[in-house]
């Protein structure tokens, strides 16, 4: 590949922080553009399995990763049910790479590593930038682009990684809508007290809510519970109502449920996915992260998912260069492992949804002849996916 071609992305998550790494650590033109006007990100937590670790150590920023989150070296996985009564361990696989199995890191620590290794790498960063037009002919080998301070630039690829409520996807997929879930996400941050080094999922009856370290002194509470279409609550209400929501929950929740105040730390959205067709592209415009493929959160895979885009992206631009086949050959490939995550998490969702107490016993005795099994099953079928 010309070492002068130059790549527009759109977004600056995680999906786009991750492209413009691996792009411009393969010796491409990386401009990065990103609406906010300044480096401001969800205060929440994430958590990342060993796949999406492993993207990370490819992408490089995977010493920084583990310095400012908490791994969780065995890979435990506690599930408990509402009340905190033990329903069974499960222990999630290590990344090929060695890395710890479950990791967990505040968002904006997962940014601030993700920035610092742009910086090293020179990286144009344009800040409370936006794309106002595109032009990219099917045959061009180029799209012109008008930005929103009125510039106007010829990129060799655009690369749309501006998530679930993409601007760029209308070029490529039209007016693809976001499909709500029916469930709604509420997460907070609190100081972690020192026993708490275990990943925690709490089986409610049609809820979830799960505890997670991120970092030394720190960890976040994730809870999913159903929400009517449409429903929105005021953010100064969120700390009261994720108290509410969950307000059934005992055990390790009950404390950190207890502190939710006016000063803390809360984040509620509304759970909703986006399944963009192939082909991710037209023209020089392509798709990736949750602008092409936005997940439900039960697997914890969306993250992963954003970052192996990049590093696929990246390899096959390096090896075979830019052209309307390997763009092509780019979506065939991550459909199928974007999809199956995806259909997996629903599945997961829907079953944590159940609103009857019987048939979340049944549910909770099932986990514990096989819970083990299933994540086995999960992973073994999504590094044959990824192998493809």
Avoid at 193 to 218: H, Q, T
Avoid at 310 to 330: E, K, N, P, T
Wanted: hydrophobic content about 45%; proline content about 4%; some cysteine.
């Amino acid at each position: 590949m010309k070492q002068t071609s130059h790549v527009l992305i759109v977004g600056a998550g995680i999906a786009g922080c991750a492209a413009a790494i691996a792009l411009a650590d393969r010796g491409l033109r990386v401009t990065l553009v990103e609406k906010q006007a300044e480096w401001r990100f969800q205060s929440s937590g994430i958590f990342i399995y060993g796949n999406g670790l492993e993207a990370l150590r490819r992408v490089g920023v995977l010493p920084g990763i583990l310095a400012a989150g908490f791994a969780i070296e065995d890979g435990r996985n506690v599930y408990l049910d509402h009340q905190g009564a033990p329903i069974v361990d499960v222990f999630y696989p290590r990344s090929s790479g060695g890395a710890a199995p479950i990791v967990g890191i505040k968002r904006s620590e997962m940014h601030r590593v993700l920035a610092a290794r742009l910086g090293a790498l020179g990286v144009e960063i344009r800040l409370a930038t936006t794309v106002a037009a595109i032009d990219a002919p099917g045959d061009a080998a180029h799209a012109d682009i008008r930005f929103s301070d009125g510039t106007q630039q010829r990129f060799d690829l655009v690369v749309g990684a501006d998530g679930i409520r993409s601007q760029v996807r209308e070029a490529v997929a039209g007016a693809l809508v976001p499909r709500y879930t029916g469930f709604g996400v509420w997460r907070s941050v609190h100081q972690r007290p020192r026993d708490m080094n275990a990943k925690v999922m709490m089986m409610g009856v049609g809820k979830r809510l799960g505890i997670m370290p991120i970092g030394d002194d720190r960890l976040y509470l994730f809870g999913t519970v159903s929400e009517p279409a449409g429903r929105w609550y005021p953010k100064e209400s969120w700390p009261e109502r994720m108290r509410e929501r969950f307000a059934e929950f005992a055990g390790p929740a009950r404390p950190f449920l207890a502190q939710l105040g006016a000063h803390s730390e809360v984040l509620y959205t509304a759970v909703e996915e986006v399944q963009a067709p192939l082909p991710w592209h037209a023209g020089r415009v392509l798709l990736i992260g949750d602008a092409a493929h936005a997940s439900t959160p039960f697997m914890g895979q969306g993250g992963a998912m954003a970052v192996e885009d990049a590093v696929v992206l990246a390899d096959m631009l390096s090896s075979h260069g830019i052209s309307q086949a390997v763009l092509r050959a780019f979506g065939e490939r991550r459909f199928p492992v974007c999809r199956f995550v995806q259909d997996a998490s629903r599945k997961v969702g829907e079953a944590g949804a159940l609103e009857d107490a019987a048939s979340c016993a049944r549910r909770n005795a099932a986990m514990r002849d096989g819970a083990q099994r299933q994540v086995d099953a999960f992973y073994g079928e999504l590094r044959a996916l990824q192998a493809l």
